[in-house]
């Protein structure tokens, strides 16, 4: 336990194995980054590069980010591989690079040029998302209040859910709380008209 950290703190939770650390206060940048596998808990806000190249694990960040959050790291054309990420506040730009797996759950806004060539992966996003949203997406799962994403994607009618279901579940059982209900899922997009994009997007009305 870290009981009083300042932001001049760089690297907290770096390639982290097998560990719980619970930190208080605002860290600097890289927190959690590499990260290989344990729990990190921040009751705070942290600066850019928070999770960049994370390969497992949990993240629990009860404050706002940075840009840069889940972003490739110097040399690497890689993001998040894999584990799971919550932010509970505002997440900043250029977040979420490349990701290959993993889950990631924003109850706040999202900055611009989030989700960036994503390429698998389920991002949940409570508020509003910035412009440029997952240009260069190949796949993965959008969850989102959010129209302007579903222009371009087609509507998936009489689709069953099954997934959500299961997905919010699994969600509501790691943060200890519901996100929000199923019957609250509008409805699902896919089919996108850029015929390399075989994203998915959920809408949920807000």
Do not use: W
Request: charged residues 20%; aromatic residues 10%; hydrophobic residues 35%.
């Amino acid at each position: 336990v870290i009981k009083s950290a300042v932001n001049l703190m760089d690297n907290i939770g770096r390639e982290l194995q097998d560990t719980e650390m619970t930190v208080f206060g605002n860290v600097g940048f890289s927190f959690g980054s590499g990260m290989q596998s344990g729990t990190l808990n921040l009751h705070g806000n942290c600066l850019d590069y928070a999770a960049s190249g994370m390969r497992s694990g949990k993240i629990f960040i009860h404050g706002n980010t940075g840009d840069y959050l889940g972003g490739k790291p110097n040399s690497v054309n890689e993001g998040i591989l894999d584990g799971f990420i919550y932010v509970k506040g505002n997440v900043g730009q250029n977040s979420i690079q490349r990701m290959r797996r993993g889950n990631v759950v924003i109850n706040g806004n999202l900055g611009d040029h989030a989700c960036e060539e994503m390429i698998s992966g389920t991002v949940v996003i409570m508020g509003n998302v910035g412009n440029s949203f997952a240009e260069g997406i190949k796949r993965g799962t959008i969850v989102t209040k959010e129209k302007k994403l579903i222009k371009d994607y087609k509507i998936a009618n009489g689709a069953e859910y099954n997934f959500m279901s299961f997905f919010m579940n699994k969600i509501s059982k790691i943060l200890n709380r519901n996100i929000f209900n199923r019957k609250y899922i509008d409805s699902r997009y896919h089919g996108h008209k850029d015929k390399d994009n075989v994203s998915e997007v959920f809408l949920f009305k807000s």
